[in-house]
């Protein structure tokens, strides 16, 4: 070969393996996109059926029971509620009257089955998108920023909070 | 008083930083050596500054000062003393404090070993050093100062987050962050050279084991981190994909890239432009994951911080070096003369397909993790980027670079035989063949999957083997151990650290084909089969640890009727949190770990249990810390202390040339 050849080849070799990994990626990462809907929208026949997707909200007071290593829970954004089963260990921070994110599909009967609720790991932290949530039932304006502050402020010790959440007090 | 003292050396180290940042650099532009002489000093003085800084953070811990905000919100009396260290870097003040420590550190170190260097290079390194401790200085003292007054103060303090109570995390964040903060190191030689217009091969020794440090050392983070999350999280994982991992996994994709790509510069003088741009992006990254972590923009465990205006600050910095680094190549790199030409099949083509596989490895990461930030921030929704996507897009860019490991150690630069290299390899193909399919079958459970890396693994360790056969092998005479200790250190790192590349995919692969996990309700005498073990549940007991209280489980761990093992996993319930958190039992072992952990409780005695078997897990790790190893062997090679010598000639032959 001409060396002028060659580099023809070294290039177009370069270029095509380029194209197909590129391809490759976008076509992962289409199919691998979670999208998240609030109880309100599933209870509106938004959310799609067949896919994975996440929920978030509030555990709701009083709906946790378990039978062996099955839990029974219902997910509220306090204007509608979802029920959600999930077999196997929870976080150590899922408490009723607490946040929580669910990932797992709705299937025909209407239960929203996890296979996976996500753990966050202070107690007084709320999950952005169940704040979310919670926000959009209120009927105010998603703002994920503000969300996010007010989520992450220590309320934990009075004396700490005035001057550590400077965060919530700018908004 | 002793806070103040910090923030006072804080304040006097901005200055030096404005100093060291500014004089010595314009004293290169313009020949002026004794602006360039203030270079050496102004490091070493900024770096007695932040020590002492930081010694005040670490005083005000051991004391128990809850007058201190910082303090009070990461610790309490009762934290045992070794916690209270770890306490400096458990939020974001102190790890930002770290951060800087670990730059003026570096930078110290530079000052320190590079004599050989000639004065222009030396006074350009440090400035540009010097410019990203003022960054953060700054940063610091206007929007995160550890040492800000909580008046008047608590009697006792707020803990610090019970899952960073923990070995691990003590040594976790410091090596990370060397790791980090250690390819400002290779990022500022190579902003010099751009400077200057030297790029040359020994522009590529000086800066190659300064590179080759950092990246040992934030292998040895990530390695821990990943550890830390196995046996703390308490779900048996070892890596998320989590935004938060990913902050440290993408520079140690360009940090791989950017090692191999100096290798060529060096030898060769090839690559030069190409190895610029990885520092620079390397230390971008860097900068990127303490963005991504500090700022408060990720959900995850380590986003503490949740200030808008740090992550402005941050935002502004990281558009400032990035940018600004980005415009100067534009402008200077063109200048940068080629290296020696090569031939399609050579080494260089092979370093330069890793270094592209990398390259895109580290770009898909960055889309799966920043991507729904941007989406987040434009309002577009809510959405999120799930393991799966990473879990098919890296193996398979992984997969040809791991394949070219075995061939391009054996090739010759700048024209290989693959004929020649596929006689050589033929011995290696057919071990990994073999190997690939006994492993499944002395599984028992056929997977095409565990096959294929089981062969991609064993092929790397083969032809490293032959590699290191064919240098002691050929040429008679001399013993086989004194041929061996005679060989370069760099050449052994490197082979040692590829064998950690195999077995770190053995272990990824085994335990991702054979794991059994089993969350099971289990009654006091009930068993449950976890792969080759039976668990048994003895019972619970409660009691006080330091800081907490604790249930803790009673396990037996049978094989067969023999009793192996007695396991005792607890839930945790901290005095100054409301928050249980759950303590894995785990019984490590060459061919797999037991793993038992404490669920709900479902009676008075019924719990529900989760019992993982996990063969080979621990192969990750040692894989890891076996590519480290390969790293600290190649900065033992003996080149390094020999160049020391040599240049001060070159040094001396090139101040003659210039007068």
Redesign the interface.
């Known amino acids: 070969m001409k060396p002028r050849t060659k580099r023809l080849v070294m290039v177009v070799a370069a270029l095509a393996t380029a194209g197909v990994a590129a391809a490759m990626i976008v076509n992962a990462f289409n199919s691998n996109l979670v999208f998240f809907f609030t109880p309100s929208q599933i209870a509106a026949d938004e959310a799609p059926r067949n896919r994975n997707f996440r929920i978030g909200g509030l555990v709701e007071t009083g709906s946790v029971h378990r039978e062996g290593t099955t839990v029974h829970f219902q997910v509220t954004d306090t204007a509608k509620s979802v029920p959600v089963t999930f077999v196997g260990i929870l976080p150590d921070l899922f408490r009723e009257g607490k946040g929580v994110v669910a990932q797992g599909r709705l299937e025909s009967d209407g239960v929203f089955h996890a296979s996976e609720v996500l753990a966050k790991h202070d107690e007084n932290y709320m999950p952005p998108e169940a704040a979310e949530a919670l926000k959009r039932a209120k009927g105010g304006q998603p703002d994920s920023t503000n969300t996010l502050v007010t989520a992450r402020s220590r309320t934990s010790s009075p004396a700490l909070a005035g001057s550590n959440s400077s965060g919530s007090t700018s908004q | 008083m002793i806070p103040e003292i910090g923030n006072f050396a804080l304040m006097v180290a901005a200055a030096v930083a404005l100093i060291l940042g500014t004089l010595p650099i314009v004293g290169a532009a313009r020949g002026n050596v004794r602006w360039m002489a203030l270079a050496r000093p102004a490091a070493r003085v900024m770096f007695l500054l932040v020590v002492i800084a930081a010694s005040c953070l670490v005083s005000s811990f051991l004391h128990d000062d809850f007058s201190v ?1 910082y303090v ?2 990461n610790s309490t009396h009762a934290l045992p003393f070794f916690y209270k260290l770890a306490a400096f870097w458990g939020g974001h003040e102190g790890s930002m404090l770290l951060w800087l420590l670990i730059l003026s550190f570096w930078m110290f170190a530079v000052s320190v070993f590079s004599q050989h260097l000639p004065r222009e290079m030396i006074a350009r390194i440090l400035g540009v050093m010097g410019l990203i401790a003022l960054g953060f200085l700054l940063f610091i003292l206007l929007t995160s100062d550890p040492f ?1 007054r ?1 008046l ?1 103060a ?1 009697a006792d303090g ?1 803990d610090l ?1 019970p ?1 960073l109570q923990d070995p691990g995390m003590v040594a976790h964040p410091p090596m990370l962050y060397m790791g980090y903060v250690g390819f400002s190191v290779a990022f500022s030689f190579a902003i010099a050279a751009l400077l200057g217009g030297n790029l040359d091969a020994t522009w590529a020794r000086w800066s190659r084991p300064w590179t080759t440090v950092a990246w040992t050392f934030l292998t040895i983070g990530i390695c821990l981190g990943s550890a830390w999350a196995y046996y703390t ?3 048996g994982g070892w890596w998320f994909w989590d935004p938060v991992e990913n902050a440290s996994f993408m520079p140690w994709l360009a940090g791989t890239a950017l090692m191999h790509s100096l290798a060529v510069t060096e030898k060769r003088s090839g690559f030069k432009v190409w190895t610029v741009l990885l520092a620079i992006f390397a230390f971008s990254l860097s900068l990127l994951g303490t963005f991504l972590v500090r700022s ?1 923009v990720l ?1 995850s ?1 380590h ?1 503490f911080a ?3 205006r740090r992550g402005v600050f941050i935002l502004l910095f990281l558009g400032i070096v990035i940018g600004g680094s980005l415009a100067l190549y534009a402008w200077r790199a063109p200048k940068v003369g080629l290296g020696e030409r090569f031939e ?1 099949v050579s080494r260089e083509t092979m370093l330069l397909v890793n270094n ?1 596989l990398f390259l ?1 490895a580290a770009a ?1 990461v960055l ?2 993790t920043l ?1 729904p930030l941007v989406m ?2 434009l ?1 577009w ?6 393991p ?2 990473f879990n ?2 890296f193996p ?2 992984m997969t040809p670079a791991l394949f070219l490991m075995g061939i391009g150690p054996l090739a010759r630069w700048r024209k290989a035989d693959l004929p020649e290299i596929a006689q050589r390899l033929k011995w290696a193909a057919a071990v990994a063949v073999v190997v690939a399919v006994a492993t499944p079958l002395i599984q028992g459970r056929w997977s095409f999957l565990v096959a294929g890396a089981i062969l991609v693994a064993t092929w790397i360790a083969a032809s490293t083997f032959v590699n290191l056969w064919s240098r002691l092998r050929p040429t008679e005479g001399g013993k086989l151990g004194a041929k061996f200790a005679a060989l370069p250190r760099g050449y052994l790192g490197m082979l040692v650290a590829h064998l950690g590349v195999a077995a770190f995919i053995t272990g990824v692969t085994l335990v991702k084909g054979y794991e059994v996990e089993k ?3 289990m009654d006091v005498g009930d068993t449950v089969s976890v792969g080759p073990y039976t668990a048994k549940f003895v019972g619970t007991s409660e009691g006080t640890g330091p800081n907490y209280l604790y249930l803790r489980g009673q396990f037996e761990m049978l094989r067969g009727d023999k009793l192996v093992r007695t396991m005792f996993p607890e839930k945790r319930k901290f005095v100054s ?6 303590d894995a039992a785990i019984a490590p072992g060459i061919a797999g770990d037991l793993y038992v ?1 404490l ?2 409780p ?1 009676s008075q005695t019924a719990w ?1 249990v ?1 019992v993982y078997y996990k063969p080979f897990v621990d192969w990750i790790w040692g894989g890891c810390l076996l590519m480290a190893a390969g790293g600290a062997l190649a900065l033992s090679d003996r080149r390094y202390r020999l160049a020391q010598r040599r240049s001060i000639e070159t040094e001396a032959v090139g101040a003659s040339v210039s007068a």
């Open positions: 905000l009070a919100t800000d909580l008047p608590v707020n987050n899952l999280l308490g779900w408060g959900t465990v986003a949740s200030d808008p399609l592209v895109t898909a889309l799966g991507y987040v921030a309002g929704g809510q959405i999120s980027v799930g799966p996507y098919v897009v398979m860019l969350d099971v309700q949190k409301d928050e249980p958190m759950t952990s669920g709900e479902v529900v989760r």
